[in-house]
């Protein structure tokens, strides 16, 4: 069969693209291809795309991070109180309209696959799909995700509309009932071990790239109260062979690759940590860990082995000052152990630029004090910040707390409960006054 496999824009007020591919669509277009189907890939978000490029040429700013193309469009009626623009981040619409044209005349399309990942874009799948349907107005739309995960009845009752199939679970599960309803089979993937055996080897991209994302693991043994992560994933990680293959093939095919980014919850979690950070170290790359590892796991040796593998972005999570918030989020970390972490790294020659900590802004019943005191800290310790504001997700404890408490409905739509607005719209943490007056402090604090 012949697939079409879309990720789609971003509508948003606030997007960046920090290393951003849409890897659960890219190991399901692998699997499909494995299994003899013919895949014709879209990133609506690929910065580098051939027709993007000859329009506006992208600015990359460090390692290959840098700015999407954006439109400002009308924001949907539960924004309008939002004093803030509503944009479409990725490929304009004229060129998508011409790519849909060309993959309308070229191929035979059997089915159509979206992902949606942040629960609150699930605005831009929903616009997203509306094209392909004018397009496509008879070709099976499959819908799945994160956010089809975690909100499965609002994404059926959502994009019903547009007769689009929403499969919810993680892993091989929503590919297998998709290939089922299709009347295919799934024999092959009986037992199939998808994230050892498949590699994402990026060759459904026909344009540059300025960098290639990868996991090591999956899940996290922790539990966070803000964290949906442990609910939807076993931890699991690859095998150390598997890892260097798959790095090894893509460097053959993309020499000028010189940032690999690896996107694990929970990198430093694998038991066999030290051999694989010895192994990467054999490749003539940089490597970047943008989601927050385990400062409890960062030892002298641990940070010796990141040096010697040129690891050149570090980010530590840390969410905030006060033991007691520490205690009550999952008590991952404290402050002492973000110090030590910190002390063993900058032992090895990593600077401030390399090293940056997330402070969680915004949580429920949150002090500004708490934040501040927060900023402070990693100042004193000579690293960087980065601002995470918090955002509500259900199954979290944080978001049965909300529930439970009143302060948001259960059936709250997603849109709204984007970090960017809930301070513009609910009163359960800082005021936006006060986030303002955080990031204000923040950046002048930084500026000495």
Known sequence: MNFLVVNPWIYDSAAYDFWLKPLGLLYNAEILKLLGHNVVFLDLLNRYDKDLVKFKIPKSKKYGTGKFYNEIVDKPPILKKVPRAFKRYGIPLKIVRNKLEAIKSDHKIDAILVGVTLTYWYYGGLKTIELLRE????????????????????????FSKYGVDVFSGTGIKPLEQVLQKLGLSTDALDNFNWFEEIDLSYDFYDSDLSYVVLISSIGCTFNCSYCITPNMWKFQSRTIPAILNNISYILKKRPNIQDIVFFDDAFLLRKDIYDLLKELSKFKV?????????????????????????????????????????????????????????ANLKKQGFTKDEISAYILLNLPEQSKT?????????????????????????GTQEYLKLVAEGYIEKDTDPLILNNTYLPYLFDFGLSIEEIKEIKQYAQLKYQH
């Open 135 to 158: 397009y496509f107005p008879s070709v099976p739309i499959f819908l799945g995700g994160i956010y089809s995960s975690i909100y499965p009845k609002h994404a059926q009752e959502t």
């Open 370 to 394: 708490d934040v501040i005191e927060a900023i402070d800290f990693c100042y004193e310790l000579e690293i960087s910040i980065n601002l995470n504001e918090f955002t509500p997700i259900p």
């Open 286 to 342: 940089r490597y970047h860990l943008p989601n927050g590892i385990h400062a409890r796991r960062v030892t002298p040796e641990i940070a010796s082995l990141l040096k010697k593998a040129n690891f050149k972005t570090i980010k530590l999570g840390y969410e905030s000052h006060d033991f007691n918030v520490q205690k009550e989020t999952g008590f991952k970390v404290t402050n002492a152990d973000l110090a030590r972490a910190v």
